[in-house]
């Protein structure tokens, strides 16, 4: 089943058109990698699944982009939208509020104030992002007192909060050391059960050793796409097959 | 921006091309051992088998190497693992060799009853497989590997004419059945050898193409 379907996306940024013809599915309930080398429209891509690319100016976009059947740049609520695809970014942002208030802010906004209602639902997504047991004696200590890995989780637990279908990941281990990556990678690989997780990575093992599918672009266009398997044993483009072995890029 | 790992890969190249070449050379001296009776070969052959297991040690220890710190994908991945399981082939090649070279030098006693004209033949045939399959490795050649593949069939063909052969000589008289059996296993190893060198093909045929040879 398709969680998203992508037709004739187009993307400027004012003159500059950074993505061009984007058409693909993303499944429900797996890992598709975006890769490819800087400024070939992966991170656009990303953003555009959410509408995060709303807030840019002179952004515009046309093609059909849809989640669970539903055109997502119509006349729909972009709150609620942003409720149902969570993201989380390549450097930790953690507010700089208590741990527990971090994971409570998105469900508060959304209307919850049973104290036991949100402790129930803090605890849960602390668990999901295995990072209750390291904060579960600290949730009133400073979020900005984690580590830069342990914060990174915690903004994972903070996308979940709001039980989101989707999880969008722009780089989420680019600025974390080996450890920290592992554990995150280990995570995303348990959340797909429960979600449908879009990662853009530049580390191509990493990609290979988490994603089911992988999609390569450059230049603004999804060169291919298909099972991370094949894409990384026998890319069908040579273009694919020249990035990833490093030969350009 | 690449220029370490080309250079490690060229490096793997040559030492493919190398061990190649020495177990080529353990075949042919076998088979002149074989032609000439002559112990002395036969030995000669039996201590490449040294050689060549160091060989194969070397090339491995090369590609996981290069797969540690290169973490290849792609082709690059595809020819790496080809290396490391064409290598497994190639020594058995070469302990095949040696296991003829100990039946010549166990046969060394007594005159052959008939020159066994067939097993050249297998030999020859053998090492173009042998040679064939390691070229088409290094010059990534499909074509050359999928003729080794096809070549196959003639060293079958030639199997079963010394096995026919033999079985007529061992009915003409008892007597030759010792030296006929002998003769039955130097020419079931070449025909090993035959199928290593398939093997060997069909993994270069992965490496160039991704897809693994369905066998029939």
């Known amino acids: 089943m398709n969680k998203f379907s992508l037709a004739d996306v187009n993307l400027w940024y004012n003159d500059f058109q950074a993505l061009k013809n984007i058409t693909m599915d993303i499944p429900a309930n797996m890992i598709t990698a975006f890769i490819g080398p800087s400024g070939c429209g992966k991170s656009t891509l990303i953003k555009s699944l959410n509408r995060m690319n709303d807030l840019v100016e002179g952004c515009k976009i046309t093609g059909n982009i849809m989640l669970d059947g539903e055109i997502i740049y119509g006349n729909i609520d972009v709150n609620l939208l942003r409720k149902r695809v969570g993201m989380v970014f390549q450097k930790p942002n953690p507010f700089p509020m208590t741990i527990y208030d971090n994971i409570a802010y998105g469900p508060r906004t959304h209307g919850i104030k049973s104290k036991f209602k949100l402790n129930e639902i803090v605890e849960k997504s602390l668990r999901d992002a295995a990072i209750w047991d390291e904060t579960k004696d600290r949730l009133k200590k400073s979020a900005l007192s984690l580590s830069g890995g342990q914060q990174q989780r915690l903004c994972i637990a903070r996308a979940l909060s709001v039980q989101p279908d989707v999880l969008l990941m722009d780089e989420p281990t680019s600025a974390l050391d080996p450890i920290s990556t592992s554990k995150i990678e280990e995570l995303v690989i348990k959340l797909k059960k429960d979600y449908t997780i879009v990662i853009v990575t530049h580390n191509m093992q990493q990609a290979a050793r988490i994603s089911d599918n992988t999609g390569f672009f450059l230049l603004g266009e999804l060169i291919e796409y298909g099972g991370t398997g094949q894409i990384f044993s026998v890319p069908g483009e040579k273009r694919t097959e020249d990035y990833i072995t490093g030969r350009f890029g | ?216």
């Not at chain 2, 921006?1 to 076998?30: C, P």
């Not at chain 2, 290396?83 to 039946?103: F, G, N, Y």
């Not at chain 2, 030098?105 to 297998?122: L, V």
Request: aromatic letters at 6%; hydrophobic letters at 45%; a negative charge.
């Open chain 2, 1 to 216: 921006m690449r220029s370490r790992f080309d250079e490690q890969l060229t490096k793997l190249n040559d030492m493919m091309v190398e061990m190649g070449a020495l177990i080529e050379k353990t075949i042919t001296l076998a088979t002149q051992a074989l032609k000439d009776q002559d112990v002395e070969l036969a030995k000669k052959a039996i201590a490449f088998e040294n050689d060549v297991d160091q060989m194969e040690k070397d090339i491995e220890a090369l590609c996981m190497k290069l797969l540690l710190q290169q973490q290849p994908v792609a082709k690059d991945l595809r020819l790496i693992s080809t290396a490391l399981k064409m290598i497994t082939d190639m020594e058995r090649i070469s302990d095949q060799a040696a296991d003829i070279s100990e039946i010549v030098i166990m046969m060394a006693g007594a005159p052959y009853i008939q020159e066994p004209e067939k097993i050249p033949q297998m030999a020859t045939a053998t090492v173009k497989m042998v040679t064939d399959s390691v070229d088409a490795f290094v010059k990534k050649d499909l074509q050359l590997a999928k003729n080794v593949i096809e070549y196959d069939d003639v060293v079958d063909g030639l199997f079963d004419e010394v096995k026919f052969r033999l079985i007529e000589l061992m009915r003409a008289d008892n007597a030759n059945g010792e030296q006929c059996i002998d003769f039955l296993m130097i020419a079931k190893y070449f025909e090993r050898i035959g199928d290593h060198a398939c093997n060997i093909a069909e993994w270069v045929i992965y490496s160039i193409t991704g897809k693994q040879v369905v066998k029939p």
